[in-house]
């Protein structure tokens, strides 16, 4: 999908992407060998359009997150997500309470291979470095919790990658409210250990740990995996629904 993109162009909005997409410019290469001209452009504009996705074909090519983190709309990172897919992090946090006095308690990061976990007072600064790896980050409500929360956690982290807040996107598909329960209206289990646990008891789970009972710690780390673990299945949902509804009617 981001090599059929133009919506990362300076002043190509989405009706005229579709315009583009419409005479027939379905991707980078097919704009950059077009011969006709271009509806809606003038030869100035087109030319500096070209210059952007030459420049865009390389950034791709070198792997570069931060240029198009900062060119495509924060709505449409998803689209970036076939091409990062080996360099996503799929991230969740528990904190200690829910008020903005909390502080986080466990991260979890899921790679697509293996998860990994960060506590409190164990190994929680390690995040900082393995996160440097990642040109992606994928949550749920991260905009407005997650990442508010990792940004003070974390002030001298660039916090330069692509984001996806499936909150957000699968919103735009009609499915509304928490993750559990829209894992639940898709079908995605979890591990009996962990099915019914709630954010307050994680926060629960957490002072019982700090009052000795490492079982709940154990418990915790399981719910957070879960929860990171099930991104990623939420993630490519959402990537094929929202990429099928673009591009329905636009010749492949």
Known sequence: MLTRSFIHIPGVGPRTEQRLWQQGLTDWQ????????VSGFSQARWSQACDHLRNSMDCLHAGDHRFFATALPSVEHWRAWPDFRRRTAFVD??????GPWAQITVIGVYDGNRT????AGDNLEQFAYDLERFGMLVTFNGTCFDLPYLRRAFPQTSWDQLHCDLRFALRRLGYRGGLKAIEQRLGVARADEV???SGEDAVRLWYEYQAGN???????VQYNAADVE??????DFAYDRLFARLMEGIPA
């Open 30 to 37: 097919q704009a950059l060998a077009w011969e006709k001209p």
């Open 195 to 197: 099915e019914g646990l």
């Open 214 to 220: 490492e079982d709940s710690l154990s418990r915790l």
């Open 230 to 235: 099930n991104l990623q299945l939420l993630m």
């Open 93 to 98: 946090i528990e904190t200690s309470g829910m």
């Open 116 to 119: 990994a976990t960060y506590v």
